[in-house]
């Protein structure tokens, strides 16, 4: 090999901590194992179904596209505007209806994914703040990091959790926000944290959004999971409480989860500047960094998406489908955590305060290799658990092989 070659000097990269165990779940021949792994939505099957809304949407489109041109670099405008108005709904009004803050202050950028999203937030902070870092709440979705760090930003981590991993330890996160630099920024998630499952409330998030404007630091928060914790509107307390500081912010939406669109690659950047002209030059940067990795974005989820939010009869419909998969994710918890006590595994009623689709179990790597080896139950480090994985048939089953490791 000659000495120029791309692999000279070189080991293989380390699996991605989330991927690489389902990949060991996909890998394993036995028929009785359990996937609570991987962080999407299953239904009582193990499913992760097309959603009927999606479904019918997908028949319009089909009758109803005619070109597959490029979109605008920004993305396609029915599908901005729809996000828009589902992020920034006002509490109690009616569809269409925004915060004010949000009419004239909030530029969108379509993206693929929500991991679009959070690479395009990091790298618009690395072209307008140089010298800036980025402080991430440890644990977190490991690809934060890994995209702070592949943009050449270093990040800051401080501890988001308590060490029993029960609850937010919110001075490590207050001492953080004053160690921070003005000009740094901060990802936060949105709501129902991953991996914990750990939010602040929403008068927390008023005092966090104050103390992170006072200090010039620049929020990027991560809204994944939207309609996952508490109801569409409820979930984005966190986004009002930093729009309320009249700070600029950007905030990384996905249409993965709560339209189970997870291979159509759909989500957004908002772009909250402190007024219209801010919002609209931090869009033009940002473009330009799409230019230079997407180009522009895919188009059939935004058009699904467009579809079914542009339809209120398809609205309700989808809204329905969002807050059954919420039931259904909270009822695992709470029969989960009664299994884990029945099973002699000790109180877990902790997991009941937590939202969204994880919290942790605080296992050790041994514990989580044996559950895998010796009972064919996959979870990922800490022991996060993706509660939809579960069903009635899975609950005993997994509470007796994480007590049986526990003892
Ligand atoms: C916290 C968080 N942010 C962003 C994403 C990205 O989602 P997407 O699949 O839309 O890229 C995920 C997905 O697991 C996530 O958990």
Known sequence: MSEGALSARISDAPGDPIFGIVELHRADARPHKINLAAGVYMDEQGVTPILPSVRTAEERLLASTTSKLYMPISGDPAYLAAAKSLLFRTVGGAWGEIEPAATDCVQMIHTPGGTGAVRLAVDVVSRLRPGAEIWVGEPTWPNHTQIIESSRITARRHDWITDDARSLNTSALFDAIAAAKGGDAMILHGACHNPTGIDPTPEQWGEIAKQIAHRGILPILDFAYQGFGDG?????????????????????????????????????????????????????HA???????????????????????????LRAQWEGEVSAMRTRIT?????????????????FSYLLDHHGMFSLLGLTDDQLKRLRDEHAVYLVARGRINMAGLS????PIVAKAVASVLA
């Open 392 to 395: 009635a048939a899975k609950i």
């Open 287 to 313: 473009r330009m960094a799409v230019r230079t990795m997407w180009s522009n974005p895919p188009a059939h989820g935004g058009a699904i998406v467009s579809t079914i939010l542009g339809d209120a009869t």
């Open 232 to 284: 569409l509107i409820e979930d984005a307390a966190s986004l009002r409480a930093f729009l309320a500081t009249g700070s600029e912010a950007l905030v990384a939406s996905s249409s993965s989860k709560n339209f189970a669109l997870y291979n159509e690659r759909v989500g957004s950047l908002a772009i909250i500047g402190a007024d219209a002209a801010a919002a609209s030059s931090i869009a033009s």
């Open 331 to 347: 009822e695992s918890r709470t029969t989960f955590a009664a299994a884990l006590t029945a099973a002699g595994a000790g109180d």
